[in-house]
């Protein structure tokens, strides 16, 4: 059975403190992904792999940044949290050489006061 | 630049009655097509996706959909649903010009079935 773990469900950290998100697959995917998901926006991409150590900016990239040593980590970062990085994050990964399907993690919910 | 369009936040249906949601895209070029649920507290799966072929797609937990190039649209239908279809909708649109092959989220629906 396919599997994206996250590291955490639920996270509170404070302003200003360096938050590390982690996700690991087990399916030997290629490409891996990073979302936030906020009420009434949907999913916006904020950063994706295409392969280790290769990284691309998604679509809200500004405060984050991404690591990815080995084929199947992909972490993100915020160097400096903010309020409004409070979200819910989420984790995906597909094949290489498949771009269908993505499969997700069960999301890390950020709170920062 | 492709988008995609929920035009529904939130649908409400009582139990075993029909619902369908909507999805409308925009893309230049040829795309493909998914729709994922999100149940409380969990990540996306997928429910059914198009790639080609029959326009008519059906997917898990008896949900079909129908993709309509003329009218750009890819709406989720169910005949009957059941209290335990209650969850966020999102549909989703990748094209098919190569390369990385980016997919866009739309901003959800959430099914709500009323028993």
């Known amino acids: 059975d396919v599997k994206v773990t996250q590291s955490s469900r639920y996270l509170v950290k404070r302003t200003g403190e360096k938050v590390f998100l982690e996700c690991v697959q087990d399916m030997d995917h290629e490409n891996m992904f990073w979302y936030r998901q906020d009420p009434g926006l949907g999913l916006r991409l904020i950063y994706f792999s295409y392969d280790v150590k290769m990284k691309e900016k998604g679509d809200i990239p500004e405060g984050y940044s991404v690591s990815r040593e080995k084929k199947e980590r992909f972490s993100l970062i915020l160097e400096s949290a903010s309020t409004n990085q409070t979200s819910m994050y989420l984790c995906a990964s597909r094949t290489g050489t498949n771009y269908l399907e993505q499969y997700f993690g069960p999301g890390t919910r950020l709170t920062v006061t | 630049a492709q988008s995609v369009t929920q035009l529904d936040s939130q649908v409400p249906v009582f139990e075993e009655a029909p619902v369908e949601l909507r999805c409308n895209y925009s893309?230049?070029?040829?795309?493909?097509l998914f729709w994922y649920v999100q149940y409380p507290n969990q990540g996306l799966q997928l429910l059914l996706k198009?790639?080609?072929?029959?326009?008519l797609v059906k997917g898990i937990n008896g949900f079909e959909a129908e993709f309509n190039k003329s009218q750009t649209s890819f709406h989720l239908r169910k005949p009957s649903v059941h209290i335990s279809d209650t969850a966020e909708y999102f549909c989703a649109v990748s094209d098919q010009s190569g390369g990385y092959q980016k997919v866009t989220f739309g901003t959800g629906t959430k099914l709500q079935v009323i028993p």
């Open positions: 198009y790639l080609s072929g029959s326009t």
């Open positions: 893309s230049s070029v040829s795309v493909y």
